[in-house]
């Protein structure tokens, strides 16, 4: 899951319309704002948040006039959803793919994995005003931009990941990137302090993907009656 927005660069007079997509490899579908899948849905601009409310069946699901100028950042959290995989292979696949492989000894090979997961989406949009702002870290997994993509001689963005406000290191990232004729996609690692720096190409859209995935303790295996529990962010901007 990831937003995408008609326009990155917005203004004050035009609704800002962002989607909502679903998909992979940055190759989705739109899908119309549904409030029980929303946990929280607000605008950052200068660490001051403005919760926002959207009506179930709107399309672009996001549709709002922004008032306040310079850099801004649109997040979205989901609420906890279910999922029961097709097969421990699927699964496992899953896990290999997000370079968890230790993950492995840990699969149940006489059961259907069942998963509950949430996401945590975030853009970054602009109005050509200055304003870059770093998010103080505050959802149980993110990724927060370290400068902006939108400073035309910088041609490399840096960010961090973390769980529970604390960076986390060593760990995989999924950048996948399109123009008007292709989409490409390649894996790095954050360094020890959950830090990561890609290059960034004119006229490209990014999405910066991250999972992390949890066993199950007892309590959480009564209460949400499955095996696994997955943590997803994604972070988009167009240079």
């Known amino acids: 899951l990831w937003l995408e927005p008609t326009n990155f660069n917005f203004n004050n007079k035009e609704l800002f319309k962002a989607n909502i997509n679903i998909g992979q490899d940055f190759i989705g579908s739109p ?3 549904y409030s029980p ?5 607000y605008f950052e601009n200068r660490n001051n948040i403005t ?3 959207q009506r179930d069946g709107d399309f672009p699901a996001i549709q709002v006039l922004i008032l306040e100028q310079g850099f801004q950042i649109l997040n979205y959290e989901t ?9 421990v292979e699927k699964f496992e696949d899953f896990i290999k793919e997000q370079g968890l492989q230790s993950m492995i000894n840990k699969l149940d090979r006489h059961k259907i994995p069942t998963e509950n997961y949430r996401r945590f989406a975030k853009v970054l949009i602009t109005d050509g005003n200055k304003g870059f702002f770093i998010q103080k870290p505050k959802l ?7 400068n902006t993509p939108y400073k035309p001689k910088s041609s490399f963005f840096k960010f961090q990941l973390f ?7 060593n760990w995989q990232i999924t950048i996948f990137s399109k123009d008007e004729s292709n989409t490409y996609k390649e894996k790095i690692k954050t360094n020890s302090n959950g830090v990561g720096k890609i290059k960034t190409i004119e006229n490209r859209t990014y999405l910066l993907s991250a999972v992390k995935i949890n066993k199950a303790n007892y309590f959480q295996k009564i209460k949400f009656k499955s095996d696994w529990f997955s943590l997803w962010a994604s972070l988009v901007m167009k240079k």
């Open 31 to 33: 899908f119309g704002f």
């Open 37 to 41: 899948n929303k946990k929280s849905l």
């Open 51 to 53: 919760k926002l409310s």
């Open 79 to 87: 609420n906890n959803e279910f999922l029961k995989y097709d097969s």
């Open 140 to 146: 149980d997994f993110e990724i927060i931009a370290l």
């Open 163 to 169: 769980e529970k406000k604390k960076p986390l290191g």
